[in-house]
């Protein structure tokens, strides 16, 4: 009986890692092919913004958006609201001069809400994933700041 404890062991351990491997497995991919998830376990903050090239609101948010990504305090993803994919996509985050990532699949659905109807839409999502605010227009770090500060307000106070 001893014998056969050490292989069950090793089979329940092997269980373990292969589902904890799955749980940190990325939802997502950006259009350099890296995985992205929603949820991030260095507890920042998500700024999921939803753009279209045609929008001329959304042009004039992405500096605003670029600058944000580059000070890593908050996560910057976007979207292509028309879900263009590979060279339609790369062109189109050139155009824009996009500096933060874009997801190359729709995120609306994991995040349980529609497609917005008035563009730019910047969704603001917890740490754990979970979406908290949409706010809707060309949006400012100021802007996203405050949205996330107020969420953040609303967490410690226990609503």
């Known amino acids: 009986m001893p014998r056969c404890f050490p292989p069950l062991k090793r089979l329940l ?14 939802e997502f991919t950006d259009s ?11 507890g920042r903050w998500l700024a999921l913004n939803i753009w279209a090239e045609w929008c001329d609101p959304c042009r004039e ?25 590979g060279a339609e ?21 994991r995040l349980k809400t529609r497609t917005p109807q008035v563009l730019p839409a910047t969704l603001i999502v917890s740490p754990q994933g ?21 969420q953040q307000t609303k967490v410690a106070a226990g609503g």
Request: with cysteine; aromatic share 6%; hydrophobic share 40%.
């Open 130 to 150: 979970d979406l908290v605010e949409t706010l809707y227009g060309p949006q400012t770090q100021n802007t996203i700041g405050q949205a996330i500060r107020k």
């Open 13 to 26: 351990l092997l269980f373990l890692m292969a589902l904890l491997s799955s749980c940190s497995q990325p």
């Open 61 to 85: 948010e992405i500096p605003e958006l670029n600058a944000l990504y580059q000070s890593d305090a908050i996560r910057v993803l976007g979207y292509d609201f028309d879900n263009s994919q």
């Open 89 to 109: 996509l790369e062109s189109k985050i050139a155009s824009l001069a996009i500096a933060f990532p874009v997801l190359t699949n729709n995120p609306l659905e």
């Open 32 to 42: 350099t092919g890296k995985g992205v998830s929603l949820s991030d376990s260095q």
